[in-house]
Nanobody
């Protein structure tokens, strides 16, 4: 059973930084895409950032220039460096991994809370 283990959430003041990490537990074929999504209270889950196995990144407009996604293909881990955090970044952040074709899957983590407040 493949699981995603997320860490790094917490409480931070506006303007602060946090780094989220996501590790794959279990043996899987390499994910095509690893990404982070978030869901704020009363809102739908939204994309934050994704990264392909080749290193191509995609960011939501609201986080461009502040957040950086990275991955380690050898370890099947992904990270999200979040700088200049604002109260509107408060949400539960979810890691997601996807693979299409042979050995396909779409797996979500349990989520980690990020709260930006003074």
């Amino acid at each position: 059973q493949v699981q995603l283990v997320e860490s790094g959430g917490g409480l931070v003041q506006p303007g602060g930084s946090l780094r989220l990490s996501c590790a794959v537990s279990g043996r899987i074929f390499r994910p095509n895409v690893m990404g982070w999504y978030r869901q704020a209270p009363g809102k739908q889950r939204e994309l934050v950032a994704t990264i392909t196995s080749g290193g191509i990144t995609n960011y939501a407009d609201s986080v461009k220039g502040r957040f950086t996604i990275s991955r380690d293909n050898a370890k099947n881990t992904a990270s999200l460096q979040m700088n200049s955090l604002q109260p509107e970044d408060t949400a539960v952040y979810y890691c997601n991994i996807q693979r299409s074709g042979f050995g396909s899957y779409d797996v979500w983590g349990q989520g980690t809370q990020v709260t930006v407040s003074s």
